[in-house]
């Protein structure tokens, strides 16, 4: 009977093991996809993240494409796993890749435009906040040469502090005749400080002009 027991208490610490390894693995074989602020701590190189923590790379080869002070949607798998149920601050990553997030602000006019986006086809895929900004993915095109052909380039506010309006426009092009421009994701940040009398507890009424005419969004101000 003692031999039995035995063996049912080694077999139940073999399983909670095993759960605790495969949780654990799981946890560093995912991939993320995040919005965060390159900064430096003495020479090292960091990223502070929308959600507070802090990313710190292991790629020694990004310390020459980074700029602090620079807006980066990161993408990149952990190297160590959080272990127990309060959340780290700080954690090793393996950054695999990452592209500049411009910040714009709330008022904001490029002179090198075209006209309003008439026909072209874009899609505005997500609207949220997070760090500080009003953060915007969008489906839009690109030339061969990886320059935009459009982006947002204004944004106006009304006399309701949380009520904005956002357009497309075309940059102005000097593309040939037979290039075919390639669809792609971009992402744009607005810092919300620029809002006058911006209200976190309200939430923002945002209009989008995009393919197919205006749309409205209603966006709840949960900053992080």
């Not at 695999?96 to 899609?123: C, F, G, W």
């Not at 915007?136 to 502090?161: C, F, K, P, V, W």
Request: aromatic share 12%.
């Amino acid at each position: 009977m003692r031999c039995i027991k035995s063996f049912f208490l080694f077999a139940a610490l073999l399983l909670a093991l095993s759960a605790c390894t495969d949780a654990m693995y799981t946890e560093l074989d995912i991939y993320y996809l995040d919005l965060g602020m390159a900064a430096r701590n003495g020479d090292t190189l960091c990223f502070l993240m929308d959600d507070s923590t802090w990313l710190y790379p292991e790629n020694s080869n990004l310390d020459n494409e980074i700029v602090s002070g620079k807006r980066y949607n990161i993408h990149y798998r952990l190297l160590e796993h959080n272990s127990g149920q309060k959340k780290k601050e700080r954690y090793k990553a393996e950054v695999l890749d990452l592209r500049e997030v411009p910040i714009l602000p709330i008022e904001y006019k490029v002179k090198d435009v075209n006209s309003l986006l008439a026909l072209q086809h874009i899609r505005v895929d997500r609207i949220w906040l997070g760090g500080g900004f009003l953060n915007i993915s969008y489906h839009g095109l690109m030339h061969t040469d990886s320059n935009e052909l459009q982006r947002i380039q204004l944004i106006t506010q009304s006399a309701s502090s949380n009520d904005i309006q956002l357009r497309f426009y075309h940059f102005k092009s000097n593309q040939q005749n037979n290039e075919k421009p390639q669809r792609s994701d971009f992402f744009l940040s607005f810092p919300l400080k620029d809002m006058l009398d911006y209200k976190p507890q309200k939430t923002i009424k945002l209009s989008v002009y995009e393919t197919g005419g205006w749309t409205t969004y209603y966006i709840t101000s949960q900053i992080r």
